[in-house]
């Protein structure tokens, strides 16, 4: 009798423990960083997600991508890029905001900043929640919300760090321009570095299209254990997670890339920002980055590099894969 009430009791604990996961996830209280994705086409069609309800066209380069949880207290970060294995072939920004009036929708525009105007281009974007490495800071360098931050700071226009409470020398860092409310933020671009001196923090700059450094509000993501890489200018790897091979395509100055990963990534979002691998130094120069499925291979993904007079460079960047 002893023995059937001991088994009774076990498997009552993991029915209850496996009904309290289901809750959480259904519920949005426990999400995990990046878990959360859309990827969004330029005429407002929802073409895969994970968690995504509804991605709209608003008006010309500007969207709403609704999910199934509150994302007020997120952060997103989002990236013009193909729905397929073409490319965006062109110096596009996207800039995220939450959505007025609409707790489980982000606002997201996309401008050419060759021409500072919106245009329409395809999105991938990914939103951290709960517990994680994330960060909303407004363009003071104060903390609007985040997750294992230590501090956040101004350290001169343009320039900011946000140091977190473990080292992530193995992680990505991307981000995005963004308000730390609603409302919609001015067009910039925005580079990311580990701070120099400190395993636990990452430099963040942005800058106008003519690369003057102006202060901006911002949305930074740190992964450090899922699919991530951190690539080289000369396509080499500096670090990753189940990455099998970078390569720089064609020749110098192209800012062509091609990630192969240990699977398929066909299915996913793909988000990037271009920053050094290193902890100290900084890429100045105004830049966009768009990605891709790579054409051919379902476990590649495709980067593409411009300056913003719509030429084509070479630079280091941070890579995230979201599933």
Same mark, same amino acid.
């Given at each position: ?88 072939? *062109?110096? =596009? ?37 709960? /517990? ?29 760090? =946000?140091?977190?409470? /473990? ?10 321009? *963004? ?46 254990? /899922? ?23 064609? *020749? ?6 091609? =990630?192969?990963?240990?699977? @398929? ?7 990037? @920002? ?12 105004? =830049?966009?980055? @768009?990605?891709? @499925? ?30």
């Amino acid at each position: 009798m002893r023995v059937r009430s001991i088994a009774s009791r076990f498997v009552s604990l993991r029915l209850l423990l496996v009904t309290a996961v289901i809750f959480a996830l259904g519920s949005g209280t426990a999400i995990a960083a990046g878990s959360l994705w859309e990827v969004g086409s330029a005429t407002g069609a929802l073409v895969r997600s994970n968690g995504g309800t509804a991605y709209t066209r608003l008006s010309t380069g500007t969207y709403q991508a609704d999910f199934n949880s509150d994302q007020t207290k997120c952060a997103y970060v989002a990236t013009p890029g193909d729905t397929g294995a073409g490319a965006v072939a *062109g110096p =596009v920004i996207a800039t995220v905001a939450s959505r007025a009036g609409d707790p489980k929708g982000l606002f997201i525009q996309t401008f050419n900043q060759s021409s500072s105007a919106v245009v329409d281009d395809p999105v991938h974007v990914a939103t951290y929640c709960g /517990k994680g490495f994330w960060a909303v800071v407004g363009g003071d360098g104060t903390l609007a919300r985040g997750s294992k931050v230590a501090s956040s700071a101004h350290l001169s226009t343009g320039n900011y760090e =946000v140091i977190f409470t /473990k080292k992530v020398k193995k992680c990505a860092f991307t981000a995005s321009i *963004g308000t730390t409310g609603i409302g919609s933020a001015a067009a910039a671009e925005i580079t990311v570095a580990g701070r120099a001196g400190n395993q636990f923090g990452v430099f963040v700059h942005t800058m106008n299209a003519a690369g003057t450094p102006v202060d901006s509000a911002f949305h930074l993501a740190v992964t450090c254990s /899922k699919d991530i890489a951190v690539i080289e200018a000369d396509g080499s790897k500096a670090r990753g997670s189940h990455v099998t091979s970078s390569t720089k395509l064609g *020749g110098s100055g192209t800012g062509t890339y091609e =990630v192969i990963f240990d699977r @398929t990534v066909s299915g996913c979002a793909y988000t990037a @920002t271009v920053g050094v691998s290193t902890f100290g130094g900084s890429v100045s120069t105004p =830049v966009t980055i @768009t990605t891709a @499925t790579r054409a051919g291979n379902p476990n590649g993904v495709f980067v593409f590099i411009h300056k913003t007079d719509g030429t084509t460079i070479d630079e280091p960047f941070h890579l995230q894969v979201s599933c």
